[in-house]
């Protein structure tokens, strides 16, 4: 296995994160390719690794004094044996081949642990919306459009949202789609519920990874109710994980964004994290002036230069990291572990560095895996695509019961597949193990391709 992984390392020097995505799901299916020796035979670790298809394309576009910039657009279609290309767009300036890579690697077994019919993809932008205006960001998304509708598709691929992406970066995509191709079709999911979006969906990567987390407690006959809760990120993810928190009566006392968090030890309840979501989605503020309003709360700015996040660092019973990759390493997993929690559950993609769900594993915290844990939000793209295709429109109880069971699945079959290779408990391996058979056998029934 380390002769493969070193092949990968040198084949693309230098994409990190690509490189650490791919090491963990490797190390972790170890025995699956020990019980299947034709999976080597059928170089199924060369193939899967290696994109389908990856799309890189200059995005011109004009801000409103005029100046013109120049951003980079990428796609990469990753894997397609369990249906079109599907995953998130994102952008940010921090956006690169190695981090699509990863993000696209891990939404191929997600999207085979929903047991929807979804192949995985992802793509996005270095460009970054903050401090745009809604003209610059939608001449933005028009230009990104001009050139990737000659790549996707209802039945090819279809993308969604992530960071930097939500409804307005959607709909702004989806109007230029369709002017492009003089098509009204369920190209792109998390659209609007008023023009094909599914009720639902904006809430269900942070209510998917509630229940996910219910769940693994559920096993320890334990609930959420009452459990104090560090969640991180105050995007879409982290405003609906705590909003299913305080529904089930956990008390979250932490929110963060890319300049610092806030601590607020009487709890964010309803109102505060309305609060959140008005400043965050319609002010487009930062964090800090949540502090400024419930002077309960205490603002600490980022020290991205400390070697560990504070955030971290305070007694409780559960950790929703909800913001995004690498953001919990050794020292932040010791903090956690030390401050008695109990639960991880991953609301971003790949939060927790490899050293940090090593000790996790080691120190028996119930730790839920992106793959699994933040999969509400793809399943219920995926129930939009199946509502697009009826042309119907499911009421949102029946949405969320949905996503419920989807979440039950998936927890079941990571157990399962976790006791099936004698590593009871370890939702990480049998994650990973679960969705790369699912993955691996389509391939192999669909041949060379
Ligand atoms: P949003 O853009 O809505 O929110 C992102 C949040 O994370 C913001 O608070 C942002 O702060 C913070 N953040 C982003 N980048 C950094 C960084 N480099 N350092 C510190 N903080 C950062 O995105 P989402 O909530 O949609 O996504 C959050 C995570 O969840 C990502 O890992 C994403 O891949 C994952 N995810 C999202 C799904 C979805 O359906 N949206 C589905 C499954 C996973 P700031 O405002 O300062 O940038
Ligand atoms: O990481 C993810 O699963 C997402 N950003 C959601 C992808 C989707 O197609 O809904």
Redesign the pocket.
């Known amino acids: 296995m380390e002769n493969e992984i070193n092949i990968i390392k040198g084949r693309d020097p230098g994409e990190r994160e690509f490189h650490q995505a791919v090491t963990e799901v490797l190390e972790s299916i170890a025995p699956v390719l020990e019980k299947n020796p034709e999976y080597r035979r059928l170089k199924i670790v060369q193939r899967i690794t290696e994109p389908e298809r990856i799309i890189i394309f200059r995005v011109p576009w004009m801000d409103d004094r005029g100046g013109v910039h120049v951003n980079r657009g990428f796609r990469i279609e990753m894997n397609s044996a369990l249906g079109p290309y599907k995953g998130?767009l994102?952008f940010?300036p921090?956006v690169n081949l190695s981090i699509l890579k990863f993000?696209a690697f891990e939404q191929v077994f997600k999207n085979a642990l929903t047991t929807l019919q979804m192949g995985g993809g992802k793509g996005g932008s270095d460009f970054d919306p903050?401090g745009k205006s809604d003209s610059e960001v939608m001449r933005f998304c028009q230009s990104f459009m001009a050139e990737l509708f000659r790549h996707i598709g209802p039945n090819t691929d279809i993308p969604?949202?992530?960071?930097?992406v939500?409804a307005r970066e959607i709909g702004f995509l989806f109007g230029m789609y369709k002017k492009l191709k003089n098509e009204f079709t369920g190209v792109l999911t998390g659209k609007s519920i008023g023009w094909g979006g599914s009720l639902i969906r904006p809430e269900?990567?942070g209510y998917g990874c509630v229940y996910f987390a219910a769940e693994m407690l559920a096993e320890k006959n334990s609930t959420i109710s009452d459990k104090i809760c560090l969640v991180s990120?105050?995007?879409?993810?982290?405003q609906f994980t705590s909003e299913k928190i305080i529904a089930l009566g956990g008390k979250v006392i932490t929110l963060?964004?890319?300049?610092g968090y806030i601590l607020d030890e009487s709890g964010i309840d309803e109102s505060k994290l309305h609060f959140v979501k008005r400043l965050?989605n319609v002010k487009r503020g930062r964090i800090k002036e949540y502090a400024d309003k419930y002077k309960e709360a205490v603002y600490t700015v980022c020290d991205h230069g400390a070697g560990y996040n504070p955030l971290w660092n305070y007694k409780a019973d559960c950790a929703f990291p909800?913001?995004?990759?690498n953001?919990i390493n050794e020292t932040d997993a010791q903090n956690l572990i030390n401050n008695g929690v109990s639960l991880v559950c991953e609301?971003?993609?790949m939060?927790v560095m490899y050293g940090g769900v090593k000790l996790f594993l080691d120190n028996n915290i119930l730790y839920g895996p992106?793959k699994a844990a933040?999969a509400g939000?793809?399943a219920v793209s995926g129930l939009e695509m199946a509502q697009n295709s009826m042309r119907l429109s499911w009421p949102a109880e029946e949405v969320d019961q949905r996503l419920k069971i989807i979440m039950k699945n998936i927890h079941r079959s990571s157990l399962d597949a976790a006791r099936q290779y004698n590593l009871p408990g370890n939702y990480f391996a049998g994650a990973n193990m679960a969705g790369f058979i699912k993955v691996v056998e389509a391939m192999i029934d669909q041949g060379l391709v």
């Open positions: 998130g994102r940010h921090s993000l903050k969604a949202g992530d960071i930097g939500g269900a990567t990120g105050s995007g879409n993810v982290a963060s964004d890319s300049s965050k909800c913001a995004t990759e953001e609301g971003a993609n939060p992106a933040n939000g793809v």
